[in-house]
């Protein structure tokens, strides 16, 4: 293989793992969003 293949290649691994790892921290980030929000509810159910 040529050199460009492989720095192309190379780039789009870099790629896809930066892709991931911005997916895991948004999946990390959005459940604890969620969990927030629920426990928000939670104190507004026991107050009514």
Do not use: F, P
Not at 2 to 7: P, V
């Amino acid at each position: 293989i040529s050199l460009l293949d492989y720095e192309t290649r190379m780039m789009h691994s870099k790629q896809s793992e930066i892709m991931t790892m911005m997916q895991i921290n948004l999946g990390k980030l959005l459940h604890k969003e969620i969990h927030k929000l629920g426990s928000w509810k939670r104190k507004v159910c026991n107050k009514a």
